[in-house]
């Protein structure tokens, strides 16, 4: 694997990690009030998109069991229509 790409698979990690952290220990009624916290996490879910965008074919390819298309589309919806982003959707994404 690539340099470039393992720096691009640990900010992904590291996006992910962060939003576990803000999330730990709510719930999604509380989730859905803390507006900092969905911008936070919206936020980190369009730098993950777009750190996918950036990953190399081979690792998107070996890795099949990865919604790559589904990221790389959540981040097109997020920057696109910001105000349309399905807030159950981003929950579950950490929860489930």
């Known amino acids: 694997m690539k340099s470039k790409d393992k720096l691009i698979l640990q ?23 803390d507006r900092k916290t ?3 996490c919206v936020f980190n ?3 993950i998109g777009e750190l996918v965008g950036k990953l190399d074919n081979d690792i998107i390819e070996k890795h099949d069991e990865i919604e790559w298309r589904g990221l790389r589309g959540l981040r097109n919806r ?3 229509d910001y105000e349309g982003v399905n807030l159950d959707m981003v929950w579950r994404l ?3």
Do not use: P
């Open 45 to 47: 879910l369009s730098q």
């Open 94 to 96: 950490f929860k489930e």
């Open 38 to 40: 969905i911008n936070a």
């Open 11 to 33: 900010k992904i990690l590291d996006y992910i990690n962060e939003c576990n952290e803000f999330i730990k220990g709510y719930t999604k009624e509380k989730f859905n009030k």
């Open 78 to 80: 997020i920057v696109h």
